[in-house]
């Protein structure tokens, strides 16, 4: 599988099928290997990217694990890669990185969705939201807030696997420094005509549905879609609904064809 330097440090991507590309951002837990059940069910229609970012996976770990390096592990991977009219998905943590990655290399991005994330996105409108909801979650087993209970207990083989996704990552996520540094601004976002997706859990011990909501409406042009009962790791607990509402988003964000714009303004 193919790697990439990106300033002195070893990136690891894999790329899978045919057809637009998605690019797909772990989070704190995850790596390449995390999105088996989207690598599966997505290749036919799409090619999808995967890779491990700086200290995940297969990738090189640096001395700082600094988040900012991070969008440079994906720019450096979109362009390896050669890819163009990709959207990228961040999970978590990864879709600050997704975003501001997308922001450097917007004539490759046709958009980003972010799931389960806000993106980094400095909005005082929705930072004590954040806070708020980020204090819940602390009060809670780190397990509890990311697969719903009877996951838990229906699910036992795919939990431990699960859990033991993380002990292949050099970095934890304690080591992670600046992780909401540098966030882009709603006229950043706007600005860069790059469009945006949230796409969010009902259950979501993280980060509510109703600071999502908050969030999109301050971007314009944004989309929203929150499934019903899916808790933060929605795309490893119930990947159909997950995989679903991923094919929608990026069908929406698809461009308008000029002949098709012309006959909706008629």
């Not at 951002?25 to 799409?46: I, K, N, P, Y």
């Not at 601004?185 to 005509?193: F, L």
């Amino acid at each position: 599988m193919p790697t990439v330097d990106n300033n002195g440090t070893t990136i690891y991507y894999e790329v899978h099928g045919e057809g637009s590309p998605i690019v797909f951002v772990h989070g704190s837990g995850g790596h390449h290997a995390a999105w088996w059940q989207q690598v599966a069910a997505l290749r036919d229609r799409h090619t999808i990217v995967t890779l491990d970012l700086r200290g995940f996976g297969n990738s090189d770990a640096d001395a700082t694990y600094d988040s900012l390096n991070f969008p440079g592990d994906i720019v450096a991977v979109i362009e390896d890669a050669d890819l163009t009219d990709a959207v990228l998905l961040g999970q978590s943590i990864g879709a600050a990185a997704a975003l501001k990655a997308a922001l450097r290399v917007p004539e490759r991005v046709r958009g980003v969705i972010l799931a389960h994330s806000l993106g980094g996105i400095d909005a005082p409108e929705v930072t004590p939201l954040v806070k708020a909801d980020r204090a819940e979650a602390e009060k809670l087993p780190v397990i509890d807030r990311l697969l719903t209970k009877r996951f838990r207990e229906e699910e036992a083989a795919k939990t431990f696997l699960f859990t033991q996704m993380g002990t292949f990552n050099k970095a934890r996520m304690q080591d992670l420094r600046n992780l909401s540094s540098d966030g882009p601004t709603p006229a950043d976002v706007a600005g860069s005509g790059i469009r945006v997706a949230f796409l969010a859990g009902e259950k979501d011990a993280v980060l509510s549905p109703a600071t999502v909501t908050k969030a999109h409406e301050l971007i314009d042009g944004s989309l929203l879609e929150i499934v019903p009962d899916a808790p933060h790791s929605m795309y490893w607990e119930r990947p159909q609904q997950f995989n679903a509402a991923v094919k929608k988003l990026v069908d929406a964000l698809a461009p308008v064809a000029v002949g098709a714009a012309a006959q909706k303004e008629a």
